[in-house]
């Protein structure tokens, strides 16, 4: 049975850092495209970062060398560092993964996280 949980979210003040962190149970893991989404209130949800069974990553443009995404296979867990956070960076982030070959898409429940002074 497949999930994914999310920690790490909060409220920080405009410029600070914020790591999120999303734990996978399950099988599979290593050879998943795992990831990170978010969805602010009234948009629609979008791809912030990913990385691959080959540690392959791609970045949305408005985190490019902000955020960093990286995964331990050992640990199941995939994370997320975020640095000069911005107020439009306020969204609930979700943990994503999607299967390989099949393409099973999985969602956490997702963090709350809140750039604001």
């Known amino acids: 049975q497949v999930q994914l949980v999310e920690s790490g979210g909060g409220l920080v003040q405009p410029g600070e850092s914020l790591s999120l962190l999303c734990t996978y149970s399950g099988t599979l893991f290593r050879s998943s495209l795992m990831g990170w989404y978010r969805q602010s209130p009234g948009k629609q949800r979008e791809m912030v970062a990913t990385i691959s069974s080959d540690l392959r990553t791609e970045y949305a443009d408005f985190v490019k060398g902000r955020f960093t995404v990286s995964r331990d296979n050992a640990q199941n867990t995939v994370s997320l560092q975020m640095h000069g956070l911005k107020p439009d960076d306020t969204a609930v982030y979700y943990c994503?993964?999607?299967?390989?070959?099949?393409?099973?898409?999985?969602w956490g429940q997702g963090t709350q996280v809140t750039v604001s002074s």
């Open positions: 994503y993964r999607r299967r390989a070959f099949i393409g099973t898409e999985y």
